[in-house]
């Protein structure tokens, strides 16, 4: 079973596109994770949230935890946003969700 | 700006053998964790250690795998048979808050395990 569910899995944009990522958690949290994995592996972190709405450049990233959804929006998309964008839950452990592949066209 | 580092970046063993894979945390952090990739799949979590005791698990922790902090900077994950499906990224983070209020996460660049 997937704790985690995030939508779509594989995402290609046209350079300047607005860009939406969804996540979907069945588990109790106490916060939702976005983190950005490059094609080389590493792994960093983009927003914590735990309710509301939090922006920082191009991203934002919400979360309505009534309805246990999570979204990342990106505008203006540019090719270096290419990357696999993982949703992540914590409470006691930690849940990742299988992760999106985003590929940004010039 | 500090980062967690992980040493070696990539290392090959043969079945059976004992691997420790060491990650440096950012120094003023108490949270520490260990994640696991296989190639093509999502990133799991394995364990979080706080005030030098484990204070979570998942079900992949099993008797193989243990973790230390054997002295002031440096966080081991050490693997004591490993197998081929051991063959993963291994993800180092630690924060400054812990579960279930986890901070913001900082990782490491990963370890690679390529088990022959």
């Known amino acids: 079973k997937n704790e985690v569910e995030q939508s779509p899995q594989n995402l290609t944009a046209q350079e300047g596109e607005f860009i939406t990522i969804n996540c979907s958690y069945s588990?109790?949290?106490?916060?939702l994770h976005w983190l950005q994995q490059h094609p080389g592996g590493g792994i960093v972190s983009l927003f914590m949230?735990?309710?509301g709405k939090k922006k920082h450049g191009r991203l934002i990233a919400t979360i309505n935890i009534q309805e246990k959804h999570s979204s990342l929006h990106i505008t203006a998309s540019h090719p270096r946003d290419s990357a696999v964008y993982i949703c992540a839950v914590t409470g006691n452990q930690f849940y990742f969700g299988t992760g999106t592949s985003l590929t940004v066209i010039p | 700006e500090p980062e967690v580092t992980q040493t070696p970046s990539h290392q090959v063993t043969q079945m059976g053998q004992e691997v420790i894979l060491r990650c440096v945390p950012i120094?003023?952090?108490?949270?520490f964790y260990w994640y696991r990739q296989i190639l093509g799949q999502k990133v799991e979590f394995l364990v979080s250690?706080?005030?030098?005791?484990?204070?979570?698990k998942s079900e992949i922790f099993d008797d193989q795998f243990s973790v230390e902090r054997p002295d002031g900077s440096n966080f081991t994950l050490k693997i004591r048979s490993t197998k081929l499906e051991d063959s993963a990224m291994y993800f180092c983070a630690s924060s400054r808050q812990g579960p279930p209020n986890t901070g913001e996460l900082f990782f490491g660049e990963g370890s690679r395990l390529t088990v022959l």
């Open positions: 250690f706080y005030n030098n005791e484990i204070s979570e």
């Open positions: 588990v109790g949290i106490s916060a």
């Open positions: 949230l735990s309710s």
């Open positions: 120094s003023n952090h108490l949270y």
